[in-house]
C-alpha cells in the first residue's frame, strides 16, 4: 500500500512511502497499555497514554520497514533544493546552546546530522572535534563535502557504536520521534556521552494543534503518522531525558528551519513570538504549547 506523509511545519515535501508489516506497541516510556485517543492520521490512532501523557501512534510500523521511509525521501529532491530550504537559524540557536553551556569544547556527535548544516556552523569553531551518523547515502555524500574536517558515518542507530564516554556533546536533532524504542535509544546513546557531557534533543511539538484540530478541522498541522511515532511535550522530554541519566534539563523553544511558504513562515512566527515572549517574561519556566520545536537539553549525571 502506497501512502503519502503530508505537507506540515516539518515535513516540506510530501514523498510516497509504502508499508506492509505493522504492530501494535504499547507506551514506550511507562509500558502502559491504558491510553486516550487523541485523532487518528492516515489510519495510524493517535494516542495519549493515561499513565505518564506519552503520545504516540499505533499501530508502528515494524523495525524492517523504517529505513525505506528515508530511501524515499532523498529520492525526488537533490541535496542543493533540500539544503535551500533550511532558513539557517535552527543552527546558529544550537551552536549557540551548545557553546553557552559547554564553552570549552569537546568532540561533538551530531546523530541524524542529514547534510550537515548543523556540523557546518559548529566547524567554525576550533575548539570542537567533530563527527556525524546519518543514515541516507546521498545525505552522507553531500554532509562530508559540506564539512571536511567532520567525520561522517553512513548507518541507522542500531548499526552504529562509539566506545564508551567518548564524546562531550551528542545532539539529536529531529531524530527521536522516528525511532521505535526512544527510551532504548537514549540510554544506548548516553553510554556514548562522559559524565557531565551534553545530550541535545530537538523535537517538534504538535499535540496541541491535534487536540485544536478536533474542534476546527481546518488547521494545517500533521502528526506524520507513520515517519513519526511519538509527539514529545516538554514534560516528555523531561521524563526522556532524566529516565537516560540526564540531570540539570532545561528547554527552549525551536525556531522554525524550514517551510513551503512564505505564509508558512510569516504563520509560525506569529505563533512563535507569543511563545518566545512569553517564555522570556516567565524566566524560561512557561512554554507555550503553539511554539512548535522543543530543544531539550542537560548533562549526563556523574557515575
Ligand atoms: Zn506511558
Not at 493517535?46 to 530511501?71: G, H, K
Not at 532558513?87 to 569544547?105: D, F
Not at 536533532?173 to 526512544?182: I, N, S
Request: hydrophobic share 40%; glycine share 8%.
Amino acid at each position: 500500500m502506497t501512502q503519502h506523509v503530508k505537507q506540515s511545519f516539518y515535513t516540506t515535501v510530501e514523498h510516497p512511502f509504502s508499508i506492509e508489516h505493522t504492530e501494535d506497541v504499547v507506551c514506550n516510556f511507562c509500558t502502559s497499555e491504558e491510553f486516550r485517543s487523541l485523532g487518528e492520521e492516515l489510519g495510524y490512532s493517535i494516542r495519549c497514554c493515561s499513565q505518564c501523557r506519552l503520545v504516540y501512534i499505533n499501530p508502528q510500523p515494524t523495525v524492517d520497514e523504517i529505513p525505506a521511509f528515508y530511501d524515499n525521501m532523498y529520492m525526488d529532491d537533490s541535496p542543493d533544493e533540500i539544503a535551500a530550504r533550511g532558513l539557517g537559524y535552527t543552527e546558529k540557536q544550537l551552536a549557540k546552546i551548545v557553546r553557552k553551556r559547554m564553552p570549552h569544547g569537546g568532540e561533538l556527535l551530531d546523530i541524524g546530522c542529514g547534510f550537515g548544516a548543523v556540523l557546518k556552523e559548529m566547524a567554525q569553531y576550533e575548539e570542537w572535534g567533530l563527527q556525524g551518523v546519518e543514515i541516507g547515502e546521498k545525505a552522507v555524500a553531500y554532509a562530508r563535502e559540506l564539512v571536511p574536517s567532520a567525520t561522517i558515518q553512513e548507518g541507522t542507530l542500531a548499526e552504529i557504536n562509539y566506545p564508551p564516554a567518548s564524546f562531550d556533546c551528542i545532539l539529536m536533532v529531529t531524530v527521536l520521534e522516528h525511532v521505535k524504542d526512544p527510551l532504548a535509544v537514549l540510554k544506548q546513546v548516553m553510554t556514548w556521552l562522559k559524565p557531565g557531557g551534553l545530550l541535545l534533543l530537538q523535537t517538534p511539538h504538535v499535540e496541541p494543534f491535534i487536540r485544536m484540530k478536533r474542534y476546527v478541522p481546518s488547521v494545517p498541522i500533521h502528526f506524520e503518522a507513520p515517519r513519526h511515532l511519538f509527539d514529545f511535550s516538554p514534560r516528555s522530554l523531561r521524563m526522556y531525558m532524566q529516565g537516560a541519566g540526564c540531570e540539570d534539563v532545561n528547554l527552549d523553544i525551536a525556531v522554525p528551519y524550514a517551510c513551503g511558504t512564505r505564509w508558512g513562515v510569516a504563520m509560525i512566527w506569529g505563533m512563535k513570538l507569543i511563545g518566545f515572549a512569553l517564555h522570556r517574561l516567565s524566566f524560561g519556566y512557561y512554554v507555550w504549547p503553539y511554539a512548535g520545536g522543543l530543544i531539550a537539553h542537560g548533562v549526563k549525571a556523574d557515575d
